[in-house]
């Protein structure tokens, strides 16, 4: 073989070599893109609800590689009473969607884990989030005066106290006084009170004919609405004659001392 036929020979391996290196570093390029993908995240990770109300979950798609697939949510772990809307299953938009979960009046206190599971084809992501559903407080109720006096034809007004116990205050009373002698009428600055106003008045009037009483037992009630619990307080309620007025008993009873005495004259 001369020298250029050599050369020729030795340009065509080094073009094979080149081809075959090329061809390999390409092929080992493309296998190295990761497949589109996808992941969800929820916000809050957390959530806390009393009975008859109602919490938001924020759930967001973060598609990966070009992802652009139909996602598919399936939530589990809500207990009795609780509700979630959408309704699971449901489709997830690109934009993310926003879930309201709302409890009913059956619903039990407590801590439950649930569990959001997203799939598209063989693709799946999940996030958990835990609710917690708690108990409503307590409540009770105390006068600033334990005793008051109401003029027939004027009124009187008193401050109370709404207090609570540690939990939900998400819940209002019904107010009214019980024991209250007739002609005597009882209205509240508010009514209902939600339980996180501590503070109220309460006024009573009384009609120009009002049964008289004197250190009556009457009480202050809050019922509240949602299941019915009672809470109440107790004081003494006077209804006396304007001042200079006698009952009505007691001057019939002085004229006719005085008719009796001229007669015996």
Do not use: K, W
Request: hydrophobic share 40%.
């Amino acid at each position: 073989m001369d020298g250029q036929s050599q050369h020729l020979a030795c340009l065509g391996v080094l073009v094979l070599v080149l081809t075959v290196t090329l061809g390999c570093g390409g092929g080992s390029q493309a296998s190295n893109i990761p497949p589109p993908s996808f992941t969800i995240t929820a916000n809050p990770s957390s959530v806390s609800i009393s009975a008859s109300s109602n919490a938001q979950v924020g759930l967001t798609l973060v598609p990966e590689n070009e992802f652009s697939g139909t996602v598919t949510v399936n939530l589990s772990g809500l207990p009795t009473g609780v509700t979630a809307s959408p309704a699971s299953p449901f489709t997830l938009p690109t934009g993310g969607v926003t879930l309201t979960l709302t409890t009913g009046t059956n619903v039990v206190d407590g801590n439950y884990p649930l569990t959001f599971q997203a799939t598209s084809g063989s693709l799946s992501s999940s996030v958990p989030v835990s609710l917690t559903i708690e108990p409503l407080a307590s409540f009770s109720f105390s006068l600033f005066s334990s005793s008051l006096v109401v003029t027939q034809g004027s009124s009187v007004t008193d401050i109370f106290n709404m207090s609570t116990g540690s939990g939900s205050t998400n819940y209002s009373v019904n107010l009214s006084v019980t024991g209250l002698s007739p002609g005597v009428t009882a209205t509240f600055a508010q009514n209902p009170l939600p339980a996180d106003v501590n503070q109220s008045s309460v006024t009573l009037t009384a009609t120009s004919t009002a049964a008289l009483v004197q250190n009556s037992a009457v009480q202050l009630v809050g019922i509240r609405i949602f299941d019915g619990v009672v809470a109440s307080a107790n004081f003494a309620l006077t209804v006396a004659s304007p001042p200079g007025n006698l009952p009505g008993n007691r001057t019939n009873f002085g004229l006719l001392s005085r008719i009796y005495g001229r007669v015996c004259s």
